[in-house]
């Protein structure tokens, strides 16, 4: 094992071979170790390795170099796990960049979890902090785990709100473990790993470059099932996860802001472009991802006695009990709401024990 992960540290470090070429070169071997012990020849026989890609499997610097990252391992207690290793993310493995090796420490679960990446502007509004506040005391009851990337901003106002309710929340790194970027973040470490924790790809030896947030990005945007930008001026990191996001086929969510407001004009261009589902509520991710709420709420949903119903939700149960089971456009229809306040109030009413969805974006009275 100690030899399979040396050999798979070497892989990782050496210039020019990249994740890909990297899982190409284990494919057609057997394995980190099997890369190289097999012959040039036999390697140059793979499609898409050419001589630049192999040249620095010869080069002893970064064997000592990758020695040199296990022992720091070691002594370190550094969790890990490889791309092959059943407990490697599921949705990442299925990129094909997602990187050899993942780093992380705390608490982390994520096995049979719904995981969903939120990312945004370092700049947040009070706008954008309102939103993550409420979005996330909605989406509590389904337990899912947040996943975003521990920066100013929108990634730790996230965060923070995630922890807060008891949720697990995992930071991306662009670093090494040895390291937390920002400093004044420190302070969130503790209850975040008491909880969830953080994930990198990056050596003890790297730094926070701007190059290794980009790279960063992609591991935000693959290891959950969808990505939400709740802010994002026109250019910037959120919209570059929000692509990788959509190259990786998942799907992408932003919040609508002012036409004016600078820093929605990324997330409005999203939408505005079809890049992405237009997010007002955790109703809308819902719909969209099309959860099953009963299998997700931690206690089953039960019908509340003499619960008091507003106007909304009123018109919605007299139209289901009437109607009988309907599609969510049929309700909006038949009660006389626009489809986004339908949603939000269906969800609302699911958690009351009101409802229940069915197949097909179906719902009924119970």
């Not at 994740?19 to 071997?29: G, N, T």
């Not at 290793?85 to 599921?90: E, F, L, R, V």
């Not at 502007?121 to 899912?144: K, S």
């Amino acid at each position: 094992m100690m030899e399979e992960l040396i050999s798979a540290l070497r892989l990782q470090c050496i210039p020019n071979i990249g994740d890909i070429s990297s899982r190409k070169l284990i494919a057609y071997c057997g394995g980190p170790t099997a890369v190289f012990k097999e012959k040039k020849e036999a390697l140059l026989k793979i499609g898409g390795i050419g001589t630049k890609i192999i040249e620095g499997l010869y080069d002893s610097r970064y064997l000592k170099a990758a020695e040199n990252e296990y022992a720091f391992i070691k002594e370190h207690s550094i969790e890990y796990v490889y791309f092959e290793d059943k407990n490697y993310p599921k949705f990442l493995r299925h990129c094909q960049d997602a990187p050899l090796i993942l780093f992380q420490k705390g608490a982390i679960n994520i096995t049979d979890r719904k995981i969903i990446s939120i990312v945004g502007t370092r700049n947040i509004t009070p706008y954008g902090r309102q939103f993550c506040e409420q979005f996330i005391e909605e989406l509590a009851p389904l337990d899912p785990v947040i996943v975003s990337g521990f920066a100013y901003g929108v990634d730790i106002c996230i965060q923070k709100a995630a922890n807060a309710l008891g949720l697990q929340t995992i930071g991306c790194l662009a670093h090494g473990l040895n390291q937390i970027y920002p400093r004044a973040h420190r302070k969130y470490c503790a209850p975040i790993e008491k909880n969830g924790g953080f994930l990198t790809e990056f050596w003890s030896t790297s730094k926070p470059d701007r190059e290794n947030f980009l790279r960063r990005n992609r591991i935000i945007a693959g290891i959950s099932e969808a990505t939400i930008v709740i802010e994002s001026a026109e250019k910037g990191g959120s919209l570059v996860t929000a692509d990788i996001a959509n190259s990786y086929n998942r799907d992408v969510f932003a919040v609508p802001g002012r036409p004016k407001d600078p820093f929605s004009a990324g997330t409005n261009t999203l939408i505005k472009q079809q890049k992405a589902h237009l997010l007002t509520s955790a109703a809308d991710l819902v719909y969209h991802l099309n959860w099953d709420l009963q299998k997700k709420l931690t206690n089953p949903i039960q019908k509340q006695l003499f619960v008091e119903l507003d106007e909304t939700e009123h018109s919605i149960y007299s139209f289901l009990q009437q109607e009988g089971k309907q599609f969510l456009d049929d309700i909006a229809m038949g009660s006389h709401l626009p489809i986004f306040k339908t949603a939000s109030t269906l969800l609302s009413m699911e958690l009351k024990g009101l409802v229940r969805p069915l197949p097909g974006k179906q719902f009924e009275a119970i």
